[in-house]
């Protein structure tokens, strides 16, 4: 079992639709949750963290964690072209992180 | 604030050939300094990470290898590059900032071509 699932995508929604991007973990010592947003051939940029289980709200964005399940979750509401990027998953534990491999998405206008 | 700097930002290198790329951090001190490489489509994998100056681990075996000389910089080196280094490399430090919580933030990253 990977330490992380995302599904690659391409997502490909119309402007101002509710996103939905979601990973899977396996491993429960896992305490920090982040989401980057990548933009093509950019390095990683840090959009939310959250510590535990509940949820995170920055504007249109919103983060959910939940451990029991091991599930996390990122909306964006109102999507717009520019969110237009791959989204990648983190999780870590003190030095320990790892990334899920990231789900592309498209806002088309 | 802390910024991260790469460079160069591209590199177009034949096989065989050595290579060095340079991270250094501001505005933070005893960063922990990760380098990944991303290759198309694919994600993020960790090829050495230091927490500290001159402590390297690495978690990939191959021909690149990482030197930390100083607190906030990060070298990644390779004698002779082979076709399979072509990719996205990223370097990214993480450390205990006031009212933050243990995370990783990336640079711009260096594209690496083998021809």
């Known amino acids: 079992q990977k330490e992380v699932e995302q599904d690659p995508g391409p997502l490909s929604v119309p402007e101002g639709a509710i996103v939905s991007l979601n990973c899977t973990y396996s491993n429960s010592a896992f305490q920090y949750f982040m989401w980057y947003r990548q933009y093509s051939r950019k390095g990683p940029e840090l959009l939310m963290y959250?510590?535990?289980?509940g949820n995170k709200e920055d504007g249109r964005f919103t983060a959910q964690v939940d451990k029991s399940s091991k599930y996390i979750s990122l909306f964006i509401r109102d999507s717009q072209p520019s969110d237009s990027a791959t989204y990648l998953c983190?999780?870590?534990?003190?030095?320990?992180?790892?990334f899920g491999p990231g789900t592309r998405l498209s806002v088309l206008p | 604030s802390q910024t991260i700097h790469q460079w160069p930002a591209t590199l177009v290198q034949p096989v065989g050939s050595p290579l060095s790329l340079e991270c250094t951090v501001e505005?933070?001190?005893?960063?922990?300094l990760y380098w990944y490489r991303q290759a198309a489509g694919r994600g993020l994998q960790l090829l050495f990470y230091?927490?500290?100056?001159?402590?390297i681990s690495s978690e990939v075996p191959q021909n690149l290898s990482a030197s930390r000389p100083q607190d906030r910089q990060f070298i990644l080196s390779s004698k002779k590059l082979l076709l399979s280094d072509s990719g996205f490399y990223l370097c990214?430090?993480?450390?205990?900032?006031?009212?933050?919580?243990?995370?990783?933030?990336f640079g711009p990253g260096t594209r690496l071509t083998v021809l």
């Open positions: 959250t510590y535990s289980s």
């Open positions: 505005g933070t001190s005893n960063p922990n």
């Open positions: 983190a999780m870590g534990n003190g030095q320990n992180f790892v």
């Open positions: 990214a430090w993480s450390g205990w900032t006031s009212g933050d919580t243990d995370t990783q933030y």
């Open positions: 230091s927490v500290g100056i001159g402590q």
